[in-house]
């Protein structure tokens, strides 16, 4: 049972490798190092060619969260054209490391494939402002919550 089982899973790597090199990409996870926070959306093109004998198109490509938005080649694209992935990743309010993934879908001929690219990344925190500090302006003086836990107190004493 357990040669089965292995000379399944060793089919299905040898498929996917198969089918991953009909499409190939530049690179298929790309580091956008430190960014900024204030510093607006970030892009990466990935890059392919379709090494295919048929034509391939691109159904949809979905990224992993909100934060990225992708755009893609809506043409067919012919054996040993190319075509372009665009990945916009939007740092704001997102501070520390980030490692997002866009699900790329295709068809070759009638078959469904699907191949993911990666982009990663360290959001480097907007500097904090006085305002950002102390939130809360009680006459001239700014503090950070608008009450004060005094404990437990009672009129005894």
């Known amino acids: 049972m357990r040669v089965y089982t292995l000379i399944t899973w060793f089919m299905i790597g040898v498929s996917s490798i198969c089918m991953a090199q009909e499409l190939q ?77 866009l699900a790329v879908h295709y068809k070759l001929g009638s078959k469904p494939s699907t191949t993911t690219l990666y982009i990663e990344g360290l959001v480097k925190p907007k500097p904090k402002t006085i305002e950002d500090e102390l939130p809360t302006l009680v006459g001239n003086l700014r503090v950070k919550y608008r009450s004060l836990n005094m404990g437990k107190m009672t009129n005894k004493e």
Request: glycine fraction near 10%; aromatic fraction near 10%; charged fraction near 20%.
């Open 25 to 101: 990409f530049d690179v298929t996870t790309y580091d956008f190092g430190e960014v900024n926070e204030e510093g607006g959306a970030v892009t990466h093109t990935f890059s392919f060619v379709n090494k295919g004998d048929e034509p391939i198109q691109i159904s949809s490509v979905q990224a992993s969260c909100g934060c990225t938005t992708p755009q893609w080649t809506k043409e067919a694209i012919q054996p040993g054209d190319s075509g372009l992935i665009t990945a916009e990743y939007n740092p704001l309010n997102r501070p520390g490391k980030f490692d997002k993934s």
